[in-house]
């Protein structure tokens, strides 16, 4: 069975930096995707970053600002989170996608608290 267990959450202020990691076990399929999705309250889940094909997509709310990156002997991915704002403050969610041939299968962590405050 898939698990993937995250951390690193917490309080910051604003300016300051966390960062978050995923740990994958169980995964018997390659990896086609990685990534972090977040939601704040009264929110929809929204994309922060991935790892796919090779390359990285950010939402542009955090262009400059986070950095993911992953471990493959580790199965772990991380998020790199500097110069956070009062606005990042969501659950953060990792995500992998893997896939099996053609057929993608999609897991998420439990998710971890990030509050930045004054």
């Known amino acids: 069975q898939v698990q993937l267990v995250e951390s690193g959450g917490g309080l910051v202020q604003p300016g300051g930096s966390l960062r978050l990691s995923c740990v994958v076990s169980?995964?018997?399929?390659?990896?086609?995707?990685m990534g972090w999705y977040r939601q704040a309250p009264g929110k929809e889940r929204e994309l922060v970053a991935i790892?796919?094909?090779?390359?990285?997509n950010y939402a542009d709310s955090v262009k400059d600002r986070f950095t993911v990156s992953s471990d493959n002997a580790k199965n772990t991915v991380y998020l790199q989170m500097s110069s956070l704002k009062p606005e990042d403050t969501a659950v953060y969610y990792c995500?992998?996608?893997?896939?099996?041939?053609?057929?993608?299968?999609?897991?998420w962590g439990q998710g971890t608290q990030v509050t930045v405050f004054s």
């Open positions: 995500n992998v996608v893997l896939r099996n041939g053609i057929i993608p299968y999609s897991y």
């Open positions: 169980g995964s018997r399929f390659s990896t086609y995707a």
């Open positions: 790892i796919i094909s090779g390359g990285t």
